[in-house]
């Protein structure tokens, strides 16, 4: 199913509760959007979650949804409360207390690229704002908070998969306790969004594919989790952050030549993730 505001792949039979939800990587760069700019394409994609969406692709093979944002994180961030507006970007826009990432430009209608490079030459209307937010951000996530219900319904529990890449040097300076840098990050707000056995075995099936994994440092989880991971009701919210150096050339944006291979690396850890997730049913039927 295809909409303005989102693609979603379903697959044949819901078989488990898992829903896995890509906010980032819409690339719908429209002509309006990128004539406002001030920023050649290139620059203006190095915000977005490149391949993200391709990179999960097979989770409907495994029983699980797929929701992908069409939308560039540029134009509109998902992962982002609809009332995070940036009084520096946006005209008529109130401070609110201070909050971190409205201050470095990257409210719902972000400022900024990576590196800080601003979008715009001048401030959006208001109007703008609101068209952008209804007619792209309320859809998205009215569309996965019906998904989350579903799984809750079906399977008396729900697990949300938020898909995310990091720049290669965002980890480049870290290192685990092994020495090796982390490749994936599981952000799960320390906790307050995920059971800790959900979480352990999310990192195991990334483990068991030989990829190094790190749990909240440099990412725990934004809007998304912070909003949907709910584990007292079931319901439990986990990012996930991939070096983009694993798939991808960051400077030219392209898929690299081991693509295909890491996405089959990922499809075992899908795999794995949405059988944690069919775990419920099994129960039920005992």
């Not at 584990?231 to 295909?260: G, K, V």
Request: charged fraction near 20%.
């Amino acid at each position: 199913m295809h909409s303005a505001a989102y693609a979603l792949e379903m697959p044949a039979k819901r078989s488990s509760c898992v829903v896995f939800s890509s906010p980032h990587s819409g690339r719908n760069y429209t002509q309006p959007f990128l004539k406002r700019s001030i920023l050649n394409r290139d620059v203006i994609r190095s915000s977005e979650d490149a391949f993200v969406d391709q990179l999960f692709a097979s989770a409907p093979d495994h029983g699980a949804p797929l929701i992908m944002a069409q939308m560039p994180r540029a134009f509109l961030d998902l992962n982002r409360s609809a009332d995070e507006l940036d009084p520096a970007l946006i005209l008529g826009a109130r401070r609110s207390g201070h909050n971190p990432r409205v201050a470095s430009g990257l409210g719902v209608i972000p400022r900024v690229v990576a590196n800080g490079r601003a979008i715009y030459s001048g401030k959006l209307t208001m109007d703008e704002a609101r068209l952008r937010i209804d007619t792209y951000w309320r859809p998205y996530h009215a569309r996965l908070k019906s998904l989350l219900a579903e799984s809750i319904e079906t399977f008396g529990q729900a697990i949300l998969v938020d898909c995310h890449s990091m720049p290669h040097e965002a980890v480049a300076l870290a290192g685990t306790a092994l020495g090796r840098r982390p490749e994936i990050v599981l952000g799960d707000r320390f906790g307050a969004s995920a059971s800790g056995v959900i979480v352990d075995q999310i990192e195991a099936a990334f483990v068991s594919a030989g990829l190094t994994v790190v749990r909240n440092t440099p990412f725990a989880g934004a809007y998304v989790t912070q909003t949907y991971g709910r584990p007292a009701r079931d319901q439990h919210a986990i990012q996930i952050e991939i070096d983009r150096a694993l798939y991808m050339n960051e400077s030219t944006i392209e898929p690299s030549a081991d693509f295909d291979s890491f996405c089959a690396v990922l499809a075992r850890v899908i795999a794995d993730i949405a059988r944690i997730g069919a775990q419920p049913e099994r129960l039920a039927a005992e």
